[in-house]
Structures are given as C-alpha cells and as structure tokens.
C-alpha cells in the first residue's frame, strides 16, 4: 500500500521536527491498510492526504507580567484539525515541553476519539509552553488573561470549544471564561470543565479518570473477569490518574502507586486517597509528603528511575492505568509489566505507551485499550456539558453518569465488533483506529470537497 508510505514521508518533509505526530499518525494509517483494501474509494477521494492536514492551525504570542513586575513572553497554540463530525474540541495543555508538534499530535488523536464517543464533535486541540509550576494564582490569572485575548476570537459555542488537559483544571478554565465573557460580552458554553455553579457538568471533573476504568472493566468482562480485588498500577496524580484511583477503590480494586513528574509512590496496602487528594488538589505539592503520615509507603524519586523505562511499571500489578502524558511507557517497561502478570491495560493519558510498547501489548494479546478509546469519558462528558448549557440545564450525577457509562461500553463493542470484523478480535488499537476513521472519512465524503 504506498500511499500510506507516501503519506508519513510527506509528512516527514513538510512537517519536520514534529516526532509526536508522526507516531500518531502512522499508528493510525498502519491500521487503515486492511480498510483500504477492502474499500479502496477513501483512496480515490484521496482522504488520507486530507485528514492528517489540519483544516487550520493558529499560532500567538502570550505577553504577561509576572509578580516581580517582568514582562514574560510565551507562545500559544490552538489547532483546529477536523471539523466534519462537528464543532473542533479538544483541550489546552499549559507544560513547558508544548511545542507545535506535541499540540498536532494531540489534535490529530481527538479527531479519531471525538468519533469514536458518537457525538457531534470535531477535533482540535491547543496550549502553551507556559509552566504553572510555582507560579502565584495571580500570575496563573493573568496567563491566563493574555491568553485569551489572542484565543477568543477563534472559539465560540458552535465553532470551537477548548477544555482542559495537563496544566489547565477548573482554576484555569475559570480565569479563561472571564476573560472571554469580558471581550465578547457574551454567557455561553465556549469552554467545558467550568465550576458547577455557573455552568459546568456535574461529573465532568471524574469523567476521564471514571471512564478509563468504565472501559477497563468492559474489557476484563469480554474475558469473564472483574477488576475486584486485582492490585492497579496508575501512573501521573492529576485530575486522570486521582479520579481513576477514586473509582477502582469504589470497586474494590487495590491501586497501588501514583506519580508526579519528581517521583512515584508506592503503596502496597493502596493508595490513601483523601491525602493524595489534599496534596495534590489542595497543596499542589510533592507525593513525597505523603511518607509523613505514611512512612510504610515507598517513594522513587525520579533519579533513581531505569535508565530504560519508568519505575511506576516495575513495581506488580494485574491491571495499569497510565494517566500521566505520552511516551511515559517503554518496551523494556511492557516487558517487564508482562513479565509480571499485567494482563489488562487502560490508558488515562494520551499516547502514553510507545510504539515498541504497543507492539509487545498486542503481541501478547492481553486487554490493551488504547487512550483514543479508554480516556474517551473526558471529551464525552464535555459533549454533554455543551448540550446542558445550550439548553440551560443541569443534569444529575446519576444520568451523566448512566450516559458515561453507556458511551465507554459503545465505545468498546464499536472497537471489538471492528477488531473482530478485520479479523484481529483481540486488537482494539485497530478496532478504534478503523472505527473511527470511517465515521470522520465518511462524514467528509458527503460533505464533498471542502
Ligand atoms: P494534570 O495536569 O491534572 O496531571 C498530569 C499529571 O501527570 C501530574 O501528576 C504531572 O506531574 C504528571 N506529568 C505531566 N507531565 C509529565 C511529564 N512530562 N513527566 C512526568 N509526569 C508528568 O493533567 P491530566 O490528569 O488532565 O492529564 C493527564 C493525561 O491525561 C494527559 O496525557 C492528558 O492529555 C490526558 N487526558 C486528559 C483528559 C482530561 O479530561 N483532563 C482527557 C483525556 C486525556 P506534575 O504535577 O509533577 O507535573
Ligand atoms: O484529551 C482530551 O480528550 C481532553 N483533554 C479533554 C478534551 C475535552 O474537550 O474535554
């Protein structure tokens, strides 16, 4: 099949630099192969060469003055990759390691994951190189002013809705809103993962972290198993990785470990999740606090990693969430995850496992749900935050949270059914990428060229 060679080389010269993204994308295009031959008209309407171009892609500069009085200069990001299922959606990422690159990559997943949900939504995806760390509420205030001012004139309710990813939670979203409220003059649901009293989703804060574990569940139940009882690993201890560990303990699963970008934690008897909360929610401070109440507990510092890999999946686990950020899952750590008994992965974050990582999971044929399918219950959520603010509602916690458990196990028989379809029934990588391509592909061609 040259075009899909064709297609990563092209990409590779008119794109340099951007390594991300072509992981990303030639996943995607490796899996496409048995589609295209089967049906071979989405090469004739050439979509390939359309869908891994960005429709647009807005690149700003941010000037702020931090609390010494200096003026700081950051870049910003908002791309706007496809909007042929619906308006573009996808978080903002504020971490010094943003680069155009990270931002393609990440919109690019969306596209595919926004259609695997069923909902009306397009991809995008946006950020900054700005990193909050240690940074007063002020200084993140006024970012996130500056911000704006450059953003809002690209977004609005039905054109282009931004949410949260890593660096940007309720605090952020919250200073984003008021500065768009202010220039446009205008109360509308142009941002998802708002404060509950002034427009947001009850169980949108949960809702990846929820349906990662929604998603794991549907896979150890297409093998007869449960997760009660079975020790989790989960890495990252930000809004994924806390809301995922909340919901294991809620069904009797034992998550074991945690980690910040200083450390991991290990904890054998399971995680204390009220400190964990208090120190990250509250404190925003190192996991290494929590050896002061709990000095039976463990702690990595990063330092002490493998010089291969990370510590957080040497430790045991039957069952691994990864929640902290792409890349953050090496071959040499899947080996020694499968060597140890993992037989279930569910990925919280965004391409965290590389592509050798990948390989081994599929190899060994055990559940492995990729983070386009598993961590879907964010931007599902945020879907159904849109539809309450346009109709000026606020639904329940039961019914967001009987729709986000309806729309993982969707999204787990649309990747199995495809999976099996192609002849590969244990491969949900395949199963996402394929299925949700063909919505996105389809939508386009009947929508013609544009
Ligand atoms: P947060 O900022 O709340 O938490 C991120 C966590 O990961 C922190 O513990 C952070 O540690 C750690 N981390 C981030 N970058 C690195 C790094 N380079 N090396 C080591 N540790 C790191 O972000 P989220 O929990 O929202 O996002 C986590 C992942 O989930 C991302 O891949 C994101 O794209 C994905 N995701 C998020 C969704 C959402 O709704 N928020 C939806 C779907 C996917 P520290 O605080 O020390 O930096
Ligand atoms: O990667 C993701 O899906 C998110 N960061 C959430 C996007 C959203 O619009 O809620």
Redesign the pocket.
């Known amino acids: 099949m040259p075009y899909v060679h064709d297609t990563l080389e092209a990409l590779r010269k008119s794109s340099p630099a951007q390594t991300e993204f072509y992981q990303a994308a030639e996943e995607v295009l490796e899996c496409l192969r048995p589609l295209f031959e089967r049906s071979p008209h989405y090469l004739d309407h050439n979509i390939i060469e359309r869908i891994v171009e960005p429709e647009r892609q807005i690149m700003f500069r941010i000037c702020w003055t931090d609390d010494a009085g200096k003026v700081q200069v950051n870049k910003g990001y908002r791309i706007q990759f496809n909007s042929a299922l619906g308006p573009y959606k996808g978080?903002l990422r504020f971490?010094p390691?943003v680069t155009s690159g990270t931002i393609k990559f990440?919109g690019f997943e969306q596209i595919f994951k926004n259609a695997l949900t069923g909902l009306p939504i397009g991809g995008g995806k946006g950020g900054s190189d700005f990193d909050p760390k240690g940074r007063s509420d002020g200084e993140i205030m006024r970012f996130c002013q500056a911000f704006m001012s450059e953003l809002y004139r690209h977004i609005g309710p039905t054109t282009d809705v931004p949410a949260?990813?890593?660096?940007v939670?309720a605090r952020e979203i919250g200073f984003l809103y008021g500065q768009y409220k202010r220039l446009t003059g205008r109360y509308e649901g142009v941002l998802t993962g708002k404060s509950l009293n002034w427009g947001g989703s009850i169980g949108r804060k949960e809702a990846?972290g929820y349906g990662a574990v929604y998603f794991a569940e549907n896979m150890l139940a297409a093998r007869g198993e449960t997760l009660a009882g079975k020790t989790c690993l989960v890495s990252?201890?930000?809004?994924?990785?806390i809301y995922t560990i909340e919901k294991l303990v809620e069904l009797g699963a034992i998550p074991v470990s945690c980690?910040?970008?200083?450390g991991t934690l290990h904890d054998p008897r399971g995680i204390d999740l009220a400190l964990l909360r208090e120190l990250k929610e509250v404190q925003r401070t190192s996991l290494e606090a929590y050896l002061a109440q709990h000095p039976e507990a463990h702690y990595i510092p990063a330092g002490d990693y493998p010089a291969d890999g990370h510590a957080v999946w040497r430790l045991e686990g039957e069952v691994a969430f990864p929640?902290?950020?792409?890349n953050?899952l090496t071959e040499a750590d899947a080996e020694t995850l499968l060597g140890n008994g993992v037989t279930c992965i569910s990925e919280?974050?965004?391409m965290p496992s590389t592509a050798a990582a990948v390989e081994r999971f599929l190899a060994a044929k055990i559940a492995y749900g990729p983070g386009k399918a598993a961590?879907a219950g964010?931007?599902a959520t945020s879907q159904l935050e849109m539809a309450q603010n346009s109709s000026m509602e606020q639904w329940p916690l039961e019914k967001v949270d009987a729709k986000l458990k309806a729309i993982m196990a969707n999204i787990h028989r649309q990747c199995a059914e495809t999976a099996a379809e192609f002849d590969d029934p244990t491969n949900l990588v395949l199963g996402a990428n394929i299925a949700g391509f063909r919505k996105v592909a389809d939508a386009m061609i009947e929508q013609g060229v544009c």
């Open positions: 978080g971490h390691s990440l949260g990813d890593i660096g939670g990846t990252g201890a930000g809004n994924v990785a980690s910040d970008s200083r929640c902290a950020t792409q953050e919280g974050a965004n961590n964010g931007v």
